[in-house]
């Protein structure tokens, strides 16, 4: 679908603003060129690829599924249904004119430290194997 989708981005004028950037073996060199993270499924548990976002200071547009909105906040995310392509244009609209995407991006970064960084998740999976052991 890339070539459709190049042609559609040229016939809406959003070359520049708009890249496709395929496969990418360094997705956290990929997430600094970005201001938003849009995730757009339509069924999910927790996908890594969210966390990876928050981490890299990113406010998020996603779709309500899964596990997402319980690592999220609403200071740092727009949710929308699934399936609804409408809801996540208003939602990627709204993004792209907030004034305060940096300090989204920054409730994001710590929300992702503070609960899932290497520390936090040592000391959980710590907590699961004591509780876990006779």
Known sequence: MQENLSAHIAKLGLEGRA???????????????????VFSSVNEGLPLVILEAMAAGLPIVTTDVGGIPEVLSKES????????????????LQAANCTDLRERGE?????????????????SYQDLYLRLLP
């Open 107 to 123: 409730i994001a970064r710590r929300l992702a430290a503070n609960r899932y960084g290497l520390e936090q998740m040592a000391a």
């Open 77 to 92: 995310a727009w949710l929308c249904p699934p399936g609804e392509p409408e809801a996540l244009a208003r939602a990627m």
């Open 19 to 37: 890249r496709l950037e395929g496969r990418t073996g360094n997705s956290a060199e990929t997430l600094q060129d970005l201001d938003v993270f």
